[in-house]
């Protein structure tokens, strides 16, 4: 058998649960078991390292705690907070799927908590989510950026204030396979 791939780490339930307990948070073991009650302890802390191991989370802070030392987690890594494009270009795939899986976490965590509300309205809430393919040249496709960029800043940065809800909008944009001849 061989080696489990960050895909493979991520893709397990009870992994992607922890993950998404720490979607926007730091949390100690302790915790993420107070959130997460139906995990047993040894189970929970073993994938936790897991976790860990596979560069998914990362503990960021270590406290003593009545003669033992208690972790805090993360799933950014101090170390790698602004990632260049020259760094970008050079992930493995691995790599990029962590990237993209910790992305998809947070939309999936966003979209949880929005549904576990007593009452919820899709339409009058405005939720969406919806795919589409579009065929544009580079040319198009540079505008279409520049476009959407100018309507990200139109409204990116409305503070908060009575009568405005947060809202999240992700953008993902996945080119198909490049065709024998296209160029790089």
Do not use: C, W
């Not at 020259?86 to 999936?108: P, Q, S, V």
């Not at 795919?131 to 950026?145: H, K, M, N, R, Y």
């Amino acid at each position: 058998m061989g080696k489990e791939t960050t895909v493979d780490v991520i893709l397990h339930p009870v992994r992607m649960r922890i993950i998404q307990s720490l979607i926007n948070q730091q949390l100690t073991a302790h915790q993420i078991k107070e959130l997460l009650p139906d995990i047993p302890q040894a189970s929970l802390y073993r994938h936790i390292k897991k976790l860990v191991e596979a560069g998914v989370i990362h503990i960021i802070d270590e406290i003593p705690n009545r003669g033992t030392i208690e972790k805090v987690y993360s799933l950014q890594d101090p170390g790698k907070e602004s990632i260049s494009p020259d760094r970008l270009n050079r992930f493995t795939k691995d790599e990029h799927m962590d990237l993209f899986f910790k992305f998809m976490a947070n939309i999936m965590g966003e979209y949880e908590r929005y549904l576990t509300q007593d009452q919820i309205d899709l339409v009058s809430d405005g939720v969406s989510f919806r795919q589409a393919s579009v065929f544009l040249d580079d040319e198009e496709f540079t505008q279409f950026i520049h476009d959407l960029s100018s309507v990200y800043a139109r409204v990116i940065q409305k503070k908060p204030e009575k009568g405005r809800r947060r809202r999240t909008i992700a953008t993902i944009i996945i080119p198909e396979q490049k065709q024998a001849g296209e160029r790089e």
